[in-house]
Protein backbone atom coordinates (compact mmCIF):
# COMPACT_ATOMS: atom_id res chain seq x y z
CA UNK A 1 0.00 0.00 0.00
CA UNK A 2 1.33 3.39 -0.57
CA UNK A 3 0.21 7.12 0.70
CA UNK A 4 0.13 9.70 -1.81
CA UNK A 5 -0.77 13.05 -1.90
CA UNK A 6 -2.86 13.97 -5.04
CA UNK A 7 -1.61 17.47 -6.01
CA UNK A 8 -4.68 19.40 -7.15
CA UNK A 9 -3.67 21.17 -10.94
CA UNK A 10 -7.24 23.54 -10.75
CA UNK A 11 -7.06 26.90 -9.12
CA UNK A 12 -10.87 27.67 -9.11
CA UNK A 13 -10.64 31.12 -8.59
CA UNK A 14 -9.21 30.94 -11.77
CA UNK A 15 -12.86 30.14 -13.53
CA UNK A 16 -15.64 33.00 -13.70
CA UNK A 17 -17.45 33.56 -10.49
CA UNK A 18 -21.26 33.21 -10.66
CA UNK A 19 -23.09 36.71 -10.74
CA UNK A 20 -25.55 35.30 -7.76
CA UNK A 21 -23.98 32.65 -5.77
CA UNK A 22 -20.79 32.86 -3.79
CA UNK A 23 -18.36 30.05 -4.01
CA UNK A 24 -20.15 28.72 -7.00
CA UNK A 25 -18.03 29.05 -10.86
CA UNK A 26 -18.45 28.72 -14.43
CA UNK A 27 -17.13 26.14 -15.91
CA UNK A 28 -17.48 25.15 -19.78
CA UNK A 29 -20.83 27.34 -19.64
CA UNK A 30 -22.54 25.53 -16.85
CA UNK A 31 -23.03 26.74 -12.74
CA UNK A 32 -20.19 24.85 -10.73
CA UNK A 33 -20.80 24.43 -6.99
CA UNK A 34 -19.73 22.73 -3.82
CA UNK A 35 -20.38 18.78 -3.37
CA UNK A 36 -20.59 19.68 0.80
CA UNK A 37 -23.47 21.94 -0.47
CA UNK A 38 -25.47 18.32 -0.64
CA UNK A 39 -25.12 18.06 3.30
CA UNK A 40 -26.07 21.21 4.33
CA UNK A 41 -29.01 21.36 1.58
CA UNK A 42 -29.93 18.44 3.10
CA UNK A 43 -29.98 20.40 6.89
CA UNK A 44 -31.57 23.61 5.55
CA UNK A 45 -31.66 24.59 1.56
CA UNK A 46 -32.73 28.44 3.14
CA UNK A 47 -29.16 28.43 4.89
CA UNK A 48 -27.39 28.25 1.16
CA UNK A 49 -29.82 31.05 0.12
CA UNK A 50 -28.55 33.35 3.07
CA UNK A 51 -24.96 32.35 3.23
CA UNK A 52 -24.13 32.20 -0.39
CA UNK A 53 -27.21 34.09 -2.33
CA UNK A 54 -27.35 37.20 0.37
CA UNK A 55 -23.65 37.17 1.95
CA UNK A 56 -24.41 36.58 5.43
CA UNK A 57 -22.24 35.77 7.55
CA UNK A 58 -22.19 33.97 11.07
CA UNK A 59 -19.09 32.88 13.41
CA UNK A 60 -18.50 29.24 12.87
CA UNK A 61 -20.62 26.54 15.14
CA UNK A 62 -18.26 25.07 17.87
CA UNK A 63 -19.02 22.04 15.88
CA UNK A 64 -17.68 23.22 12.54
CA UNK A 65 -14.70 24.56 14.12
CA UNK A 66 -14.36 21.12 15.72
CA UNK A 67 -14.39 19.79 12.55
CA UNK A 68 -11.83 21.75 10.71
CA UNK A 69 -9.15 21.11 13.11
CA UNK A 70 -9.74 17.51 13.01
CA UNK A 71 -9.80 17.51 9.47
CA UNK A 72 -6.14 19.64 9.88
CA UNK A 73 -4.66 16.84 12.33
CA UNK A 74 -5.72 13.59 9.94
CA UNK A 75 -4.32 15.73 6.97
CA UNK A 76 -1.23 16.67 8.51
CA UNK A 77 -0.51 13.36 9.88
CA UNK A 78 -0.62 11.70 6.45
CA UNK A 79 1.72 14.03 5.25
CA UNK A 80 3.95 12.88 7.37
CA UNK A 81 4.44 9.07 4.75
CA UNK A 82 2.24 10.38 1.70
CA UNK A 83 4.16 11.27 -1.15
CA UNK A 84 3.27 13.82 -3.98
CA UNK A 85 2.05 12.34 -6.70
CA UNK A 86 -0.21 13.26 -10.29
CA UNK A 87 -3.71 12.08 -9.98
CA UNK A 88 -3.09 9.95 -13.67
CA UNK A 89 0.83 8.66 -12.10
CA UNK A 90 -1.60 7.46 -8.90
CA UNK A 91 -4.48 6.19 -10.55
CA UNK A 92 -2.36 4.03 -13.04
CA UNK A 93 -0.30 2.45 -10.13
CA UNK A 94 -3.38 2.05 -8.34
CA UNK A 95 -3.98 -0.62 -11.30
CA UNK A 96 -1.15 -2.98 -9.66
CA UNK A 97 -1.34 -2.29 -5.99
CA UNK A 98 -3.45 -0.16 -3.11
CA UNK A 99 -3.21 3.89 -3.45
CA UNK A 100 -4.71 5.60 -0.54
CA UNK A 101 -4.86 9.32 -0.41
CA UNK A 102 -6.41 12.11 1.54
CA UNK A 103 -8.44 15.59 0.38
CA UNK A 104 -8.25 14.61 -3.28
CA UNK A 105 -9.84 17.16 -4.99
CA UNK A 106 -12.34 15.83 -7.59
CA UNK A 107 -13.91 18.09 -10.58
CA UNK A 108 -16.96 17.67 -13.09
CA UNK A 109 -17.90 19.77 -14.89
CA UNK A 110 -20.78 18.12 -16.79
CA UNK A 111 -22.88 17.84 -13.64
CA UNK A 112 -21.29 21.05 -12.02
CA UNK A 113 -20.07 19.86 -8.78
CA UNK A 114 -16.35 20.01 -7.26
CA UNK A 115 -15.05 19.19 -3.78
CA UNK A 116 -12.63 17.15 -1.55
CA UNK A 117 -12.80 13.42 -1.13
CA UNK A 118 -11.57 12.96 2.62
CA UNK A 119 -10.13 9.51 1.60
CA UNK A 120 -9.98 7.52 -1.05
CA UNK A 121 -8.69 3.48 -1.47
CA UNK A 122 -7.93 2.80 -4.97
CA UNK A 123 -7.03 -0.58 -5.39
CA UNK A 124 -6.82 -3.46 -8.17
CA UNK A 125 -10.45 -4.34 -8.09
CA UNK A 126 -12.27 -1.17 -6.95
CA UNK A 127 -12.18 2.18 -5.60
CA UNK A 128 -13.30 3.00 -2.24
CA UNK A 129 -14.46 6.89 -1.63
CA UNK A 130 -14.84 7.93 2.20
CA UNK A 131 -16.46 10.71 3.64
CA UNK A 132 -15.84 11.14 7.81
CA UNK A 133 -18.64 12.20 9.93
CA UNK A 134 -18.71 13.53 13.25
CA UNK A 135 -21.16 10.75 14.47
CA UNK A 136 -22.48 7.33 13.24
CA UNK A 137 -26.41 8.35 11.16
CA UNK A 138 -26.28 8.31 7.59
CA UNK A 139 -28.36 10.84 7.07
CA UNK A 140 -29.93 11.37 3.23
CA UNK A 141 -27.77 14.40 2.43
CA UNK A 142 -25.08 12.57 4.01
CA UNK A 143 -25.34 9.82 1.55
CA UNK A 144 -25.81 12.34 -1.37
CA UNK A 145 -22.45 14.56 -0.36
CA UNK A 146 -20.49 10.70 -0.67
CA UNK A 147 -22.51 9.83 -3.95
CA UNK A 148 -21.82 12.54 -5.54
CA UNK A 149 -17.78 12.46 -4.75
CA UNK A 150 -18.52 9.14 -6.21
CA UNK A 151 -19.96 10.66 -9.51
CA UNK A 152 -17.68 13.12 -9.86
CA UNK A 153 -14.26 10.86 -9.68
CA UNK A 154 -16.21 8.20 -12.18
CA UNK A 155 -15.90 11.17 -14.46
CA UNK A 156 -12.38 11.43 -14.05
CA UNK A 157 -11.77 7.69 -14.84
CA UNK A 158 -12.25 7.48 -18.52
CA UNK A 159 -12.78 3.99 -19.61
CA UNK A 160 -11.38 2.63 -16.03
CA UNK A 161 -15.01 0.41 -15.13
CA UNK A 162 -13.51 -1.30 -11.53
CA UNK A 163 -15.83 -1.18 -9.16
CA UNK A 164 -16.99 2.14 -6.84
CA UNK A 165 -17.54 2.00 -3.05
CA UNK A 166 -19.19 5.21 -1.65
CA UNK A 167 -18.65 5.04 2.48
CA UNK A 168 -19.05 6.80 5.67
CA UNK A 169 -16.76 6.59 8.18
CA UNK A 170 -16.75 7.84 11.90
CA UNK A 171 -14.49 10.99 12.16
CA UNK A 172 -10.85 9.81 13.55
CA UNK A 173 -11.83 5.93 13.66
CA UNK A 174 -11.87 3.05 11.61
CA UNK A 175 -15.85 2.61 11.93
CA UNK A 176 -16.82 1.94 8.70
CA UNK A 177 -20.83 2.87 9.51
CA UNK A 178 -22.59 2.67 6.16
CA UNK A 179 -21.53 2.13 2.93
CA UNK A 180 -22.90 0.98 -0.91
CA UNK A 181 -21.97 0.45 -4.07
CA UNK A 182 -22.16 2.87 -6.50
CA UNK A 183 -24.26 1.88 -9.18
CA UNK A 184 -26.57 2.41 -11.80
CA UNK A 185 -29.47 3.18 -9.97
CA UNK A 186 -27.41 5.77 -6.71
CA UNK A 187 -25.79 7.57 -9.83
CA UNK A 188 -29.39 8.01 -11.07
CA UNK A 189 -30.53 9.50 -7.84
CA UNK A 190 -27.80 11.73 -7.29
CA UNK A 191 -28.10 13.35 -10.41
CA UNK A 192 -31.94 14.28 -10.08
CA UNK A 193 -30.67 15.53 -6.84
CA UNK A 194 -27.69 17.83 -8.00
CA UNK A 195 -30.14 18.71 -10.90
CA UNK A 196 -32.68 20.40 -8.52
CA UNK A 197 -30.13 22.14 -6.76
CA UNK A 198 -28.49 23.21 -9.76
CA UNK A 199 -32.61 24.71 -10.40
CA UNK A 200 -31.92 26.99 -7.87
CA UNK A 201 -28.54 28.71 -8.69
CA UNK A 202 -30.13 29.41 -11.74
CA UNK A 203 -32.75 31.02 -10.02
CA UNK A 204 -35.83 28.80 -11.49
CA UNK A 205 -37.18 28.16 -8.32
CA UNK A 206 -36.84 29.35 -4.37
CA UNK A 207 -35.23 28.09 -1.97
CA UNK A 208 -36.83 25.65 0.51
CA UNK A 209 -36.58 26.38 4.24
CA UNK A 210 -36.88 23.75 6.83
CA UNK A 211 -40.14 22.84 8.88
CA UNK A 212 -38.19 21.60 11.57
CA UNK A 213 -38.17 24.03 14.23
CA UNK A 214 -35.15 22.09 16.01
CA UNK A 215 -33.20 22.76 12.89
CA UNK A 216 -33.74 26.24 13.59
CA UNK A 217 -33.15 26.79 17.37
CA UNK A 218 -29.66 25.24 16.82
CA UNK A 219 -28.75 27.53 13.38
CA UNK A 220 -26.69 29.83 13.16
CA UNK A 221 -28.68 31.66 10.54
CA UNK A 222 -31.91 31.83 12.86
CA UNK A 223 -31.63 35.84 13.69
CA UNK A 224 -31.24 36.71 9.82
CA UNK A 225 -33.58 34.14 9.02
CA UNK A 226 -36.83 35.51 7.93
CA UNK A 227 -38.41 32.01 6.96
CA UNK A 228 -37.70 30.13 10.45
CA UNK A 229 -40.32 27.68 11.86
CA UNK A 230 -39.87 28.99 15.85
S1 LIG B 1 -33.45 29.46 10.77
FE1 LIG B 1 -34.41 27.54 10.08
S2 LIG B 1 -35.30 28.03 8.07
FE2 LIG B 1 -33.84 29.66 8.56
S3 LIG B 1 -31.92 29.04 7.60
FE3 LIG B 1 -31.87 28.29 9.71
S4 LIG B 1 -32.66 26.19 9.65
FE4 LIG B 1 -33.25 27.22 7.73
Same mark, same amino acid.
Given at each position: ??????????????? /?????????? $? %? #?? @?A???????????Y????L?????????????????????????????????A?????E?????????E???????????????????? /?????????? $? %? #?? @??????????I?????????????????????????????????????????????????????????I??K??????????????????????????
Amino acid at each position: MANKLIVNEYNISDF /EPHENYKLVR $I %I #DE @KANFPISWLNTQGYCEYSLYLEYFQGVKTMPTKEMTIGTEEHAHLEAKFKETAQESSFEDAFELSKEEEIVSREMFVIDAEDGIRGFID /EIRMTPDRIV $I %I #DD @KPGTTAFPSTINQVRAYCLAFKNMMGDDNRQIIAALRQRGTDNIFWHEEFNEKNEENIRYTINFLHRLIDDKRDPIPTKNPNKCRKCRFQSYCEEKAI
